[in-house]
């Protein structure tokens, strides 16, 4: 097992960080799907005591991100996609609100700067093929910027929580460069929209940008059936 990011923040107790460096190898798939968690090679690679180790496991296990089985040990949760479909319907109904509310409001020259910005920063990527991690990151920040902005930051990490098996599911797809482009050009649309005032199209635009990947999970669920739960 291979960990990143396990530098200690001087901030973090122990739990905390066991906790921190897990989540973040899981939610970037350095840890897979499916893939077995050893509790005494985790301890010797952390340099920590069991006790902090497993309360961090318990927290991720009510996040649905690992599974322990008696008798077998812990292991990375399986993308499931009852939680996927979850996600992409609190992330549809929020969105949704939320391009409504940026395509009332008569002062959004700020809030578009920054949302081209970012736009321009994941061009980039796509144009000197760079990490497509970092495109991920853009990609969430881009919709992060729209929340904060309205100052519904609580309600963006409402639905982070809830969209971790949505998440692997997007980044998955991202490192496959299967619909990076189009994920793009439909931010690029996402700000016409708000430019231009285009009610009409929020609801058609928000659809095809966030349930595509009912298309595309049949795709890896015959590409990596050890990535998902089985139905």
């Not at 840890?31 to 006790?51: C, D, Q």
């Not at 321009?120 to 991690?133: P, R």
């Not at 189009?182 to 231009?196: D, F, G, R, S």
Request: aromatic share 10%.
């Amino acid at each position: 097992m291979r960990l990143q990011g396990v530098s200690k923040d001087s901030k973090e107790n122990t739990r905390q960080y066991i906790y921190r460096v897990l989540r973040e190898n899981i939610m970037s798939l350095n840890l897979k799907p499916g893939e077995s968690i050893g509790e005494i090679e985790l301890s010797k690679i952390l340099n920590v005591s069991r006790t902090p180790l497993r309360e961090a496991i318990v927290q991720l296990v009510e996040e649905k991100l690992l599974q322990v089985f008696p008798q077998k040990g812990s292991f990375v949760s399986k993308i499931d996609y009852n939680l996927v479909e979850e996600a992409i319907f609190v992330r549809e109904t929020c969105e949704d609100r939320i391009l409504k509310m940026a395509i009332y409001d008569k002062n959004v020259d700020d809030l578009v700067m920054k949302l081209e910005k970012n736009i321009e920063y994941q061009k980039i990527i796509l144009n000197f093929e760079g990490d497509l991690h970092e495109f991920f990151t853009l990609d969430n920040e881009f919709h992060y910027i729209l929340f904060d902005h309205y100052n519904k930051k609580n309600s963006w990490k409402a639905i982070k929580r809830l969209s971790t098996h949505y998440d692997r599911l997007r980044l998955l797809d991202a490192l496959e460069k299967t619909n990076i482009e189009a994920t793009l050009n439909q931010h690029i649309k996402i700000v016409e929209l708000i430019k231009n005032k285009d009610e009409k199209n929020v609801d058609t635009l928000i659809e095809k940008h966030l349930l595509n990947y009912k298309d595309v999970i049949k795709k890896y669920e015959t590409k990596y059936p050890e990535y998902f739960c089985s139905k």
